[in-house]
């Protein structure tokens, strides 16, 4: 083969090389943008269902798409084009109303319309006590390598839902509430780990959610690894991973 055949040759396979990395890179950003967006949990407020560490994927078309589906948010138009409304009880990730911009990730508790009260700790929709068994202690670690034991209950709301919360203090500041109307285009949220969870109870903090704030619903967890941890640790996999809730649905 001449010199310039050599040449030829290598430019080509080098611009195939290109080709398959811009196609990669633009496949990535329509999973990215339209299907599957990944995160991970920063903090203990959905503990148990969500641990500090947990990298998951939420779907993007659940809920339709808004201005806050896409990168920077946006403003490519208003509300939501293929709507379709959350049920109660699904985990949410969802752009803080009062920024627009902090990704935060909560249960949806109330629905337009409903009306919200916690009393001495119990959760109630529209004047009923959802139902609250106690089932077990859920433990973690304390600093100084001692066990520390918080209650565990399973919460069932009216549509059948079921899933645990940890009650850390007796009358916690949000363990008793004036009644919210969660108005018309909104939704309440809270965190499985009520007495560790800014949420819709502190108006000033979250308040209700607005629709259009909604990003994906949490899916599935395809990585966890401990707290004191990073994913970038990889000599720390062996021993920091928790192999048990990789590809665990979140319920």
Do not use: C
Not at 90 to 111: A, C, H, M, Q, S
Not at 132 to 145: I, L, Q, S
Request: proline share 5%; glycine share 8%; hydrophobic share 40%.
């Amino acid at each position: 083969m001449s010199v310039d055949a050599e040449k030829t040759a290598s430019k080509g396979s080098n611009w195939e090389t290109v080709r398959v990395v811009i196609h990669a890179l633009i496949l990535a950003l329509i999973v990215r943008v339209f299907l599957f967006q990944p995160f991970n949990i920063p903090s203990g407020s959905m503990i148990p269902t969500l641990l500090i560490g947990d990298y998951l994927f939420v779907s993007k078309y659940s809920y339709g798409y808004s201005r806050y589906s896409f990168p920077f948010g946006l403003n490519l138009f208003s509300g939501r084009v293929w709507a379709a409304e959350p049920e109660r009880g699904d985990v949410v990730v969802f752009k803080l109303p009062r920024d627009n911009e902090t990704d935060y990730i909560k249960r949806v508790i109330g629905l337009p319309g409903d009306e919200i009260q916690m009393i001495h700790g119990v959760l109630n929709i529209n004047g009923k006590a959802v139902d609250k068994v106690k089932v077990d202690d859920f433990v973690t670690e304390a600093v100084g390598g001692r066990d520390r034991h918080f209650t565990r209950y399973m919460e069932t709301l009216p549509n059948g839902v079921t899933y645990p919360v940890l009650d850390l203090v007796n009358e916690g500041a949000g363990d008793n509430t004036d009644v919210y109307k969660v108005p018309e285009g909104h939704f309440f949220m809270m965190g499985d780990n009520r007495d560790n969870s800014t949420d819709s109870r502190f108006l000033s903090e979250v308040g209700f959610v607005p629709f259009e704030n909604l990003v994906g619903k949490a899916q599935v967890i395809f990585f966890s690894i401990d707290e004191d941890s990073s994913f970038w640790q990889v000599w720390r996999w062996p021993t920091d991973v928790r192999w048990d809730r990789i590809f665990k649905t979140v319920n």
